[in-house]
């Protein structure tokens, strides 16, 4: 098999009936040259069902904080409705595509992630939130997957060892799956132009030293 391509999306790029289909097109004529492996948010739609059910939304520098209340949300809105619609429309557009979790047959298992120390200073516990267990990931099934001809389409959500649901950050998972997989290339793909600096500019290009400084 060639090394495949792990792609994350931002939520943000796969809403509404027009991009959806747009990107599933996409996605198809993609998959066509090379093994795909997809990986998908959905911060904004997490967002809105939150609201109608009136449970705050907390974040702290970009990372939600996640109750087991939240964690119920981002659970159906991720790996349901997102997940399931994203895979109709790649199917739609004539791809082969599959949704899956990291939780699925030890695709990503994770672990809980430590306190984040914010820009403010402060130690946060990000409750409900896992970090991927990088040596754990069990990758057979994603090559399983891209030599029959599919494109897994993961949501990002997963289990711990122990069965414990976390809600896990996207470009994080992508991170640790395109590692895993020995991935051509890695590519995060949202709204947000690029790695910005201070004052709010996009970085052109970083190397291993400058990312670490970050």
Same mark, same amino acid.
């Given at each position: 098999?060639?090394?495949?391509?792990?792609?994350?999306?931002?939520?943000?790029?796969?809403?509404? @009936?027009?991009?959806?289909?747009? +990107?599933?097109?996409? +996605?198809?004529?993609?998959?066509?040259?090379?093994?795909?492996?997809?990986?998908?948010?959905?911060?904004?739609?997490?967002?809105?069902?939150?609201?109608?059910?009136?449970?705050?939304?907390?974040?702290?520098?970009?990372?939600?904080?996640?109750?087991?209340?939240?964690?119920?949300?981002?659970?159906?809105?991720?790996?349901?409705?997102?997940?399931?619609?994203?895979? @109709?429309? +790649?199917? &739609? @557009?004539?791809?082969? &595509?599959?949704?899956?979790?990291? @939780?699925?047959?030890?695709?990503?298992?994770?672990?809980?992630?430590?306190?984040?120390?914010?820009?403010?200073?402060?130690?946060?516990?990000?409750?409900?939130?896992?970090?991927?267990?990088? *040596?754990?990931?069990?990758?057979?099934?994603?090559?399983?997957?891209?030599?029959?001809?599919?494109?897994?389409? +993961?949501?990002?959500?997963?289990?711990?060892?122990?069965?414990?649901?976390?809600?896990?950050?996207?470009?994080?998972?992508?991170?640790?799956?395109?590692?895993?997989?020995?991935?051509?290339?890695?590519?995060?793909?949202?709204?947000?132009?690029?790695?910005?600096?201070? *004052?709010?500019?996009?970085?052109?290009?970083?190397?291993?030293?400058?990312?670490?400084?970050?």
């Amino acid at each position: 098999m060639k090394r495949p391509v792990v792609l994350k999306l931002g939520g943000e790029l796969i809403e509404g @009936a027009e991009r959806l289909k747009a +990107i599933g097109k996409v +996605i198809k004529q993609a998959s066509k040259t090379r093994p795909l492996i997809v990986v998908h948010g959905g911060g904004r739609e997490i967002d809105a069902s939150l609201a109608q059910v009136g449970i705050p939304k907390r974040q702290v520098d970009g990372l939600r904080v996640t109750d087991p209340e939240t964690l119920e949300i981002v659970v159906s809105v991720l790996a349901g409705s997102i997940n399931t619609r994203f895979v @109709a429309a +790649i199917n &739609a @557009a004539g791809g082969r &595509a599959i949704g899956l979790t990291g @939780a699925d047959a030890g695709v990503a298992p994770v672990k809980k992630a430590a306190p984040h120390k914010a820009t403010s200073g402060d130690t946060v516990d990000l409750g409900m939130v896992g970090t991927p267990v990088t *040596r754990a990931l069990a990758p057979e099934l994603l090559t399983l997957l891209c030599n029959a001809g599919y494109v897994p389409v +993961i949501a990002c959500v997963s289990a711990s060892k122990e069965g414990q649901l976390f809600n896990v950050n996207a470009d994080t998972l992508a991170g640790s799956l395109a590692s895993r997989v020995k991935a051509k290339r890695l590519v995060i793909a949202g709204a947000t132009a690029g790695v910005l600096d201070k *004052r709010g500019q996009t970085i052109p290009r970083l190397n291993q030293t400058q990312i670490a400084k970050l």
